[in-house]
């Protein structure tokens, strides 16, 4: 499920509003998020800000909430805020980590966690598309339409891509996997999924970093790749 409340369907921001409406006997709750996540991407650190009126210590607020929650959704901390705190506004930058495998084949049990992508790819060519993103630049033709934003210009601090070995019980699901790492200071509706897809495509040879910096550049009307699927895509971390 994806985080905004929809008309219809569950989503994460829906469910967290019925239990703190639960929890506060009253429809009076406003929650706000630290951004958008689509339908099958992860959040390890989401942050939401809630305003409920009634005073419940923050360390038995978690408690009170997960109580209430499917266990596919966690509040991991709480902690009192003042109100010109904004989860979107007030954070410096967000680090999304997008994780894949090339192999062949890899375990059922992973699936919805990471995607398989089964190509040869090259990965050290990919390494040097990465540093291409890094810096301010247009990334126009990194965003999906459908969300209104006053600029289509973001900087992006660090991008890489990681090898991990598994190891001990979990290497039965992946035995090697590599992270799409990025850190930057806001990001626009699936942008990192659309990175991620030019540099798929930079690695099996589609594209060149020529291609790449071009699309930094000017507007075009073809992709460099196809939006990568969401279930590889986690929120790892939001710095304030």
């Known amino acids: 499920m994806g985080f905004q409340v929809q008309s219809v369907g569950q989503t994460i921001q ?12 009253t429809e009076n709750v406003k929650t706000i998020g630290s951004g958008r996540t689509d339908a099958g991407v992860h959040a390890f650190a989401q942050v939401v800000r809630i305003e409920i009126p009634v005073d419940i210590p923050p360390e038995n607020l978690a408690r009170a909430i997960n109580s209430q929650l499917a266990l596919d959704i966690r509040v991991t901390d709480v902690s009192r805020t003042t109100m010109d705190f904004h989860p979107i506004f007030s954070a410096k930058s967000k680090e999304y980590n997008y994780v894949f495998s090339n192999r062949e084949a890899i375990s059922p049990f992973a699936h919805e966690l ?127």
């Open 14 to 25: 829906g469910e967290l509003n019925s239990a703190l409406k639960i929890l506060s006997k």
């Open 114 to 240: 990471v995607t398989l992508f089964p190509y040869d790819l090259d990965i050290e060519l990919m390494r040097e598309g990465c540093k291409i993103f890094c810096g301010e630049h247009d990334f126009i033709n990194f965003q999906c339409t459908g969300t209104e934003v006053g600029t289509t210009v973001r900087q992006i601090f660090e991008c890489e891509i990681l090898h991990f070995m598994g190891s001990g019980h979990f290497a039965h699901m992946l035995e090697d996997y590599y992270v799409f790492r990025v850190v930057g200071n806001g990001f626009l509706k699936q942008m990192v999924r659309l990175m991620m897809g030019a540099i798929w495509s930079l690695g099996r040879g589609k594209i060149t970093l020529k291609d790449l910096k071009k699309a930094l550049k000017i507007q075009q009307d073809q992709r460099l790749g196809a939006t990568a699927p969401p279930q590889g895509l986690y929120l790892k971390e939001v710095h304030y």
